[in-house]
């Protein structure tokens, strides 16, 4: 059945547990591409172009500002970072959906040109202690260093009501399951599955 | 997480496997019931009171419509059937969510009381050739009462654009297991999952 692709964003505060879901479901899935973003960082140790980042200089970034074929667009600290659209229309498109990486605000800006194909998640910690935890974990950092991330946290998860879905993050299997069932179900919405009209007419046709 | 339960609405044409669907779906899912109808038509042989049914005298049916008691009912043939409304609104709002087996015109009537409630999935066969195949096996009946059911079934299927999601149902398993991730996908609705404002609350209070 011709389908149109989606676009879903997955967002969570850090340490939620939203880069294990990602990866899982694009392991898990197939018709489903991550969105890469641009940036002029930078490229770190390991990272590759055009797989993690595709990293361009800042006069392209500005002309590309300009020409407005960035979806979304931020300043982090002295970098850029944009998803480019071109990349995701051609998806969407061909019948792929494509996932985000984004924040809140990533997301809001991406919802004013995606309209119906925007599909939002939000990713929250099962509890305070399981986030500090995690956040702990990840970085042998100061106790200033977790407080602030935890801070940052809080505040990034004070928009989850901006989001379709909410999936809280008990055990990783179980929200996998639960993403791809948000991705499953999305996929079968009516308006989505643009060959049906057809379909139907087929159907219909024997009397 | 404390949740408002939803209505489930699977329509198809006969022969297009919503009974078995429905079953399936009852079977391998908790906290969802099948609501029951009520009906001025007497018991067949084998149903039961309160299972299949609820089966009433007509002075109590036009008595329960004039106090708009059931969310949808209709005249078929001689006899009346109708959906309380009572048993689903208890259901719903303990948590749990409530399946429906109704016709378009029936779904149009619970869409007008059910407002955010109501998630609705239209079933249709693989192909033409298919559904003739079920229509004839299902009853040894006469060329001309299968070609009657087949235009029925053509009418029925006119409607496919006013559900929510739609199902090609080529083969019961994978018809089941998408069914299963739409009721999944809809019940991590943000909007359905009542108790997350206070969870998220709580999360946030660590600072």
């Known amino acids: 059945m011709e389908r149109r692709g989606l676009m879903l964003v997955v967002s969570s505060p850090s340490g939620a547990g939203k880069t294990t879901l ?11 591409v991550m969105s890469v973003s641009m940036t002029t960082r930078p490229p770190r140790p390991g990272e590759m172009e055009g797989k993690d980042y595709f990293f ?16 979304e667009h931020a300043k982090v600290f002295d970098y850029y970072y944009g998803t480019p659209a071109k990349p995701v229309f051609a998806a969407l498109q ?20 995606a309209r119906d194909d925007l599909v939002s998640v939000f990713i929250l910690p099962p509890s305070t202690a399981e986030l500090e935890r995690r956040l702990k974990r990840r970085a042998q950092d100061s106790a200033q260093v977790v407080a602030r991330r935890m801070a ?23 929200s996998l399951a639960q993403l791809r069932s948000i991705l499953t179900a999305e996929r079968l919405r009516r308006t989505r599955q643009v060959g ?12």
Do not use: C, P
Request: proline share 0%; aromatic share 10%.
């Open 22 to 32: 990602s990866r899982g479901l694009l392991a898990a899935e197939r018709e489903i």
């Open 56 to 71: 361009i200089d800042e006069v392209t970034f500005n002309l590309m500002v300009n020409r407005q074929e960035f979806l």
């Open 94 to 113: 061909s019948g792929r959906d494509v996932l985000f990486d984004i924040d809140w605000q990533g997301t809001q800006q991406l919802a004013q040109s």
């Open 152 to 174: 940052k946290a809080a505040d990034e998860m004070s928009h989850w009501a901006e989001y379709d879905y909410v999936i809280v993050n008990h055990d990783v299997e179980a």
């Open 196 to 207: 049906m009209v057809e379909f139907v007419k087929s159907l219909r046709e024997w009397q």
